[in-house]
């Protein structure tokens, strides 16, 4: 996130100005309104339609291949070859009730919970360093064990960020111009303290999507171009500490300009040489849903991490392409609702969620497509794992509930004929909406 | 934010492009060279078959099982209602006994440090494996292997050769001659394999198919072959020969029917091999054939109106010829005998008498004619051409010598065919040892047909098979050769041996060749006894195999007993001989004629 991204007005004024992007876009919008199936597309609903349509699509579209991904594995291990996909599958609807929740709930609610989330995830995050309860998985402390489940709290870390920075800075108003205001409470210490809490697990990973969070957080709140330079810079040599004083992480970042290294399946970057391996082989067109041979225990994390190589060798370039698409259509639900919602609060939590969501894709597939060093995040709702699904739909959902609030969307939705009746809809009836045209 | 994510976006699309699209073969090349495996099918080998099908040499399906020590350890077995892990030690003692080994030493090559591969047992039957898989330990597999197993063993194993069992490289005798037809191609299949081994399903594809060995027919005869070979190890053993081999051509056809050697060679055990043993001396040892080649000398006498049967000849004691006196096996006074008489009692006096009359040049052309000096076209790994010497070298001693087989070569199958040529009626069939081999659908494509080649006209050559029933007659030199109720053509050798080793001649070459019944033969056999210790002449030493062989074939093919010839012919003069008498051959007839 850098400072050109500034779309949204700096003295919280309802119309967005942007540079560049604002002005365009409404008359891209009303000239697109003027065309006869786009005008038609255009209603107060898009922007709910669309962001529910990608996540509907990516959660299912990531059900499949999770399950064809992980079934060798599971096989395997002398496993059920479903046993992956049915927790997945659990967690999906988990997360599908949990988002259908959120989006219901009265938008007020989300400023008030705002602070419970920080001090819960701050607490969970805490406990992750209890010996019983904290879990370390290849490397990185980032799991918590309670009962019979494991939850990684970084997740919730992530959306109390959003949350937090959001509530903080629609109330601030004006003074964020300030670089007292800017800094303090949410860059120091919210922001700090959960930072901290992800970096002593060093999940490297993770802190870098939330230093995208709170980057976006900062821009759409209006904080000035300087202080944003400033804490960039800072951000970044931040960053590049970190990465120097770890001999692991230093290794990553020299094998990954290693030609030598990506050309080895063997060796240190044998995931990503895999990754590369699956891709290729799925080429145009795939090699058809469950063919994929690099799922074979040669792609480590194949149903994880790497989930994006096995559509690409499954499904082909148009397999990779849609996932892009998807997002892309994410991007652009949020950026609908960023500019046009009048809420302070609304705009900086779907900045924070979109740069959430899209930094995470962005770092996911640059790994596995090779242009990025392997630092080892989920793609969101695609991926499997249960916290990382359920906390990204929940994020979804607040960002449905944002679109309900959208102006016109309310009064349209609730206009429609209930759940019932939608769903026989092909049976003859008398239909509301043409009553409506 | 949006048009930056829709940036990265975009370069993102052209990255895929390239990965998923334009760039994709070679990324596809490495992926696939680590993921695929290529297995060999061994094709198998051909069978060698005798005339009637009866299999001479086969491969068979054999396993070397190998273990991994390191999975073998996980050996689970059910005890009561749990599986208990017991490992090497219970692994050793279950497959002891299946595999015939000692449990404790099973069990120090199952628990071998630092390995996962150690070869427990080679050879092992398809059967065993079976067995051995069915009990499922862990890290137990077997590789595929081919063993060759000859059915004739020793009777039959130098002109079969032999193939090296490590690796099946054919080294001698028909498996190295035809091994091109015999050995086949390995196919190659190709799988794609998870990271642990297994075969990922679907991806199983066939490279090359596997081009199995194709079959090959002999013209021997298993049962003669077997016959054969016995009876000539029995009579080497009796008479202390060196070695011996016994030859038996069709004689319709030229066709080997048997072809026995002794000392031999198993192999089905190599480890007791002596490589003097795989050589197949009747086709690939030549040696001076001695007086079995006087039929060649009298076939030319008798073509050339040389001789009759009965043109008389007066034999001395001594024969002054090159500055030597030239005497016969035996002294004997001077005698008066027919032409028939001479070969009959096989006198080298009277055959230099009759052969000195034929210039050296024509001798060399009927050697040639009946087969010496060239390779049979069986063309047999390291046959033996002989050696027939130019008419320019035949001076001094050799220019006689050779009219009664010293001082040139041949193989044992060279003089059997000369005799099959004179059985024929004057046409010889060059031998052969291949009916054909078998194609793709099994039919057998049969060896060029040879042509029959007319040596000597039909009526010297009936003439001189009657003539060589002398042999066998109550003068002649062969009676253990003689089989009641039928008559038998044939003839005696006795041979100096010129010992290859000592440069020298040591000991003798006893040889018999003959037909039976003389008047319709349907097969030749010819004896041969190298270095004899007890006795030397042929009759005595090789009579009795070729009794024995031609017995057999008589009896087995119910050949009808001989009726008596209607060519009456003696061995002594029916008068007195006059030196004088420009039609008997003499000494003084010879200076007379300025020989």
């Avoid at chain 1, 509530?167 to 108003?173: E, P, S």
């Avoid at chain 1, 392409?321 to 500019?339: D, S, T």
């Avoid at chain 2, 078959?49 to 001479?56: A, K, P």
Wanted: charged share 20%; proline share 6%; aromatic share 8%.
């Amino acid at each position: 996130m850098t400072s050109t991204t500034t779309s949204a007005g700096s003295r919280g004024t309802t119309k967005p100005r942007g540079r560049g992007a604002a002005t365009p876009d409404e008359r891209d919008t009303s000239r697109l309104a003027a065309l006869p199936v786009i005008g038609k597309l255009e209603s107060p609903l898009t922007t709910y339609y669309l962001i529910l349509g990608a996540m509907t699509t990516l959660v299912v579209f990531g059900l499949i291949m999770v399950f064809s991904a992980s079934s060798v594995s599971s096989l395997l291990n002398d496993q059920a070859s479903y046993s992956v996909f049915a927790r997945q599958a659990l967690f999906a609807v988990i997360g599908a009730a949990v988002a259908a929740g959120a989006s219901r709930l009265p938008l007020a609610w989300w400023k008030r919970l705002s602070l419970p989330v920080f001090l819960g995830s701050v607490v969970l995050l805490g406990l992750v360093f209890v010996p019983s309860l904290g879990v370390e998985v290849g490397g990185n402390r980032n799991w918590l064990r309670l009962g019979p489940i494991q939850i990684q709290p970084a997740e919730l870390g992530k959306l109390a960020l959003v949350l937090v920075g959001a509530m903080v800075f629609a109330n601030k108003g004006r003074l964020v111009g300030l670089i007292r205001h800017a800094i303090l409470p949410y860059l120091i210490p919210v922001a700090a303290i959960i930072i901290a809490l992800v970096l002593g697990g060093h999940d490297l990973g993770t802190a870098l999507v939330m230093f995208a969070i709170v980057g976006a957080v900062l821009a759409v709140s209006g904080v000035r171009g300087r202080f944003f330079l400033l804490a960039g810079t800072v951000g970044a040599l931040g960053v590049a500490y970190l990465v120097q004083t770890s001999d692991n992480r230093m290794a990553r970042i020299a094998n990954f300009l290693s030609p030598a290294c990506q050309a080895d399946p063997d060796g240190w970057c044998g995931q990503s040489v895999h990754g590369m391996y699956a891709l290729a082989d799925g080429g145009w067109w795939g090699v058809g849903l469950g063919a994929s041979k690099e799922k074979w225990d040669w792609l480590a994390e194949a149903h994880n991490d790497f989930i994006f190589a096995i559509i690409g060798e499954e499904l082909g370039l148009p397999g990779t392409l849609v996932i892009l698409f998807l997002f892309a259509v994410i991007a652009w639900g949020c950026y609908r609702l960023m500019v046009r919602t009048r809420d302070r609060f609304v705009r900086i939590a779907t900045a924070g969620i979109m740069a959430w969501l899209l930094a995470q894709a962005i770092i996911n597939i640059g790994a596995v497509i090779g242009l990025l060093p392997v630092i080892g995040v989920p793609l969101p709702l695609v991926s499997a794992g249960g916290s990382s699904l359920v906390t990204t739909m929940l994020a979804l959902g607040i960002l449905l509930c944002f679109a309900r609030n959208e102006p016109g969307c309310r009064a349209l939705l609730a206009a429609r004929p209930g759940m019932l009746k939608r769903s026989l809809a092909v049976l003859p009836s008398r239909s509301p909406r043409r009553r409506n045209r | 934010m949006l048009l930056v994510i829709l940036m990265v976006f975009a370069v993102f699309g052209f990255q895929l492009l390239r990965v998923q699209g334009f760039d994709a073969a070679a990324t596809q090349r490495a992926a696939m060279s680590k993921r695929s495996v290529k297995t060999i099918t061994p094709a198998m080998r051909g069978q060698i078959l005798d005339t009637n099908g009866r299999v001479l040499a086969e491969s068979v399906e054999r396993f070397t099982v190998v273990a991994d020590p390191v999975a073998i350890a996980e050996y689970k077995v059910k005890v009561g209602d749990i599986w208990e892990k017991l490992g090497a030690p219970r692994a050793a003692s279950d497959l002891a006994p299946l595999l015939g080994m000692d449990a404790s030493d099973l069990e120090a090559r199952f628990t071998k440090p630092n390995t996962r591969y150690v070869i427990i047992k080679k050879d092992v039957t398809p059967t065993i494996w079976r067995e051995v898989k069915a009990l499922g330990v862990p890290g137990i597999a077997a590789e595929r292997t081919a063993s060759r197993v000859y059915p004739l063993g020793m009777a039959l194993g130098p002109v079969i050769g032999f193939v090296s069992p490590s690796d099946q490289v054919a080294w001698s005798g028909i498996e190295y001659q035809f091994n091109q037809a015999l050995s086949g191609k390995p196919g190659t299949n190709i799988y794609e394999r998870a990271r642990d081994g297994y075969i990922i399903p679907g991806s199983e594809r066939v490279d090359t198919p596997v081009t199995n060995g194709r079959n090959v027919r002999l013209t021997i005869d298993s049962d003669l072959q077997w016959y054969a070979e016995n009876a000539l190890a029995k009579r080497v053993q009796e008479v202390g020969a060196k070695e011996g081999s016994a030859v038996v051509i069709e004689v319709a056809t030229g066709k080997v029917r048997a072809v026995a050697n002794y000392p031999t060679f198993d192999p089905n055990d190599l480890s007791r091999m002596d490589v003097d043993h795989t050589v197949n001396g009747a086709f690939n040892d030549a040696f001076e054939p001695g007086s079995t080649g006087k039929l060649m000398t009298f076939a030319a006498a008798l073509e050339k109106g040389v001789v009759t049967p009965d043109t008389g000849v007066i034999v001395p004691n001594r024969l002054p010829r090159a500055g030597m006196k030239f005497k016969d096996n035996e002294n004997h006074p001077t005698e008066q005998m027919t032409a028939t008489g001479v070969i009959a009692k096989s006198s080298n006096i009277g055959t230099i008498l009759i052969g000195e009359r034929l210039g050296p040049a024509v001798l060399v052309d009927y050697f040639r004619k009946f087969g010496l000096g060239a390779k049979s076209p069986i063309n047999f790994p390291g046959e033996s051409a002989g050696n027939v010497p130019d008419p320019k070298t035949w001076v001094g001693a050799s220019r006689y010598t050779r009219l009664f087989g010293q001082a040139y070569s041949a193989t044992a199958l060279q003089m059997t065919s000369v005799y099959q040529t004179i059985a024929n009626k004057g046409v010889r069939m060059p031998p052969t040892l291949i009916e054909g081999t078998m194609n793709d659908s099994g039919t057998l494509v049969p060896a060029p047909a040879q042509e029959g080649v007319r040596v000597v006209s039909e009526k010297t050559a009936t003439t001189l098979s009657r003539m060589i029933e002398e042999v066998t007659g109550p003068d002649g030199t062969a009676s253990a050769a003689r089989i009641k109720g039928y008559r038998v053509a044939g003839k005696t050798g006795t041979a100096d041996f010129f010992d290859q080793k000592k440069k020298g001649y040591n000991g003798f070459t006893a040889s018999f060749i003959g037909y039976a019944p003389a008047e319709a033969p349907k097969y030749v056999v010819g004896v041969f006894l190298h270095q004899p210790s007890a006795g030397m002449f042929g009759g005595a030493l090789a009579g009795p195999v070729f009794n024995q062989v031609m017995t057999y074939l008589i009896q087995r093919d119910g050949a009808a007993p001989s009726p008596k010839s209607t060519l009456d012919y003696h061995v002594w003069a029916k008068h007195e001989l006059s030196t004088s008498d420009p039609n008997v051959l003499s000494e003084a007839r010879a200076k007379r004629d300025g020989l």
